[in-house]
């Protein structure tokens, strides 16, 4: 048997550390790379944790909850029934508020743009003079940040809506609920 496989031809498949795929290239053998990393990245803990939820009666739950989303998903009729500004529309918001996509984040931990969004926001809204005036205002804990999605809202990358910006008011006909994104120029 060994005489037979090493006189054929290799496909490999590589799982793991891409060099190795890399080296069998170099030789012109056909090789594809499987992109895999161990459960948890190798923590135990975490493992653990996992094959318990795996083998609990919360696995069934889970299960069930996320059949329900995709029933939910292809049964909607989104329909775009407005436009108004984020402080007349929006759940939660106020003129401090600044929704962003992602979760939860502090003036500090925010990117470079995100940081420029939040800036131009809080000048735009006339709460600061300038974008220096902005930063202060931003760093100073008198706004409050707030993930998009803990507001019905859907929000672009490092984009942000603040009270004055006008938002999209889209219905689900089939479930009746409504959710809000900013009209930005994309």
């Given at each position: 048997m060994s005489q037979t496989l090493f006189n054929q031809p290799l496909n490999v498949i590589n799982v793991g550390i891409e060099?190795?795929?890399?080296?069998?290239?170099?030789?012109?053998?056909?090789?594809?790379?499987?992109?895999?990393?161990?459960?948890?990245?190798?923590?135990?803990?975490?493992?653990?944790?996992?094959?318990d939820i795996a083998a609990s009666p919360l696995a069934d739950?889970?299960?069930?909850?996320?059949?329900?989303?995709?029933?939910?998903?292809?049964?909607?009729?989104?329909?775009?029934?407005?436009?108004?500004?984020?402080?007349?529309?929006?759940?939660g918001m106020?003129?401090?508020?600044i929704l962003h996509a992602g979760p939860p984040i502090h003036w500090e931990k925010m990117c470079g743009a995100m940081k420029g969004a939040v800036t131009g926001?809080?000048?735009?809204?006339?709460?600061?003079?300038?974008?220096?005036?902005?930063?202060?205002?931003?760093a100073s804990g008198e706004i409050i940040f707030s993930p998009c999605h803990e507001h019905d809202c859907v929000g672009s990358m490092a984009g942000v809506t603040s009270a004055s910006m006008f938002m999209h008011i889209v219905e689900n006909k089939t479930y009746g609920n409504r959710a809000y994104t900013n009209m930005s120029e994309q």
């Open positions: 060099m190795f795929s890399d080296d069998m290239k170099k030789q012109n053998v056909p090789v594809t790379q499987l992109d895999w990393t161990p459960p948890g990245q190798g923590n135990i803990q975490v493992v653990t944790a996992l094959d739950k889970i299960a069930a909850a996320n059949q329900l989303a995709l029933e939910r998903r292809i049964q909607s009729h989104p329909v775009l029934i407005g436009y108004d500004q984020a402080i007349n529309v929006v759940p106020t003129r401090n508020t926001a809080l000048v735009f809204e006339g709460l600061a003079k300038d974008l220096d005036d902005a930063a202060e205002l931003a």
